[in-house]
């Protein structure tokens, strides 16, 4: 079975363009997870969706929207990009939206923002 | 808030046991995980306790002590692939708060 798959792998973009990360989770999975990575520290929570609704938001501006689709795939968008957005961007799948479920993480995009 | 401290790093030797410890201060949590992650790739599950004591799988094991406010991680007969970034993680609720984190070399 495919793991969580994410797209594109790497990403450059300049401050103030706006970027559009993809996931999709392992089959079965519904809810889908996004974490931000930046370089030397622990991934950090921005979003969590299970079944297309918003189920938990972490501590990020509004720049940083994300949707579920029908399939449980998920789109996280962040516009106006800064400098401080460079990271990587991890999305994880679980089956539910239990607080004990595993996580499922992908291999991630790295955004570097110019 | 909730924050989670771990060494920033730790050397060992291929074939020998490493403990890599987490403190933490938090208001509540479900479980305590334990996360793999090579070169920034994407982070693996290691091990999860749900209650105080020790769990095993495998190589691995890991402790819990909410009286404490502590937990650790043991990793038996090194292997050079162990070396990684090392996370342990809680779920306060549906997601999941990470440490610092803890690089560990293994040497030959």
């Known amino acids: 079975d495919a793991g969580v798959t994410q797209s594109p792998t790497h990403l450059i973009k300049t401050r103030g363009q706006h970027v559009t990360l993809r996931c999709s989770p392992i089959s079965g999975h519904k809810s889908v997870s996004w974490y931000q990575q930046v370089l030397g520290q622990g991934p950090q929570f921005i979003f969590q969706?299970?079944?297309?609704?918003?189920?938990g938001r972490g501590n990020f501006p509004d720049r940083f929207s994300a949707r579920q689709f029908p399939n449980y795939s998920s789109e996280l968008n962040v516009n106006a990009l800064l400098l401080g957005d460079s990271a990587l961007y991890l999305c994880?799948?679980?089956?539910?939206?239990?607080?004990?479920?595993?996580?499922?993480f992908g291999p991630g995009t790295r955004l570097t923002v110019l | 808030g909730q924050s989670l401290e771990q060494p920033s790093e730790v050397t060992a030797v291929e074939g020998a046991i490493v403990q890599i410890n987490c403190t933490y201060q938090?208001?509540?949590?479900?479980?305590l995980s334990w996360y793999q992650q090579h070169d920034g790739g994407a982070p693996t599950f290691l091990s999860y306790n749900a209650l105080d004591g020790l769990e095993e799988t495998g190589r691995f094991s890991s402790f819990l002590s909410r009286s404490d406010s502590y937990g650790y991680l043991l990793l038996q007969e090194l292997q050079m692939k162990d070396s990684a970034s090392y996370f342990c993680a809680v779920s306060p609720t549906n997601k999941l708060i990470f440490g610092t984190g803890t690089l560990l070399a293994v040497q030959p």
């Open positions: 994880a799948s679980s089956p539910i939206v239990g607080a004990t479920d595993t996580q499922y």
């Open positions: 938090t208001s509540g949590f479900y479980g």
């Open positions: 969706y299970y079944e297309k609704e918003e189920r």
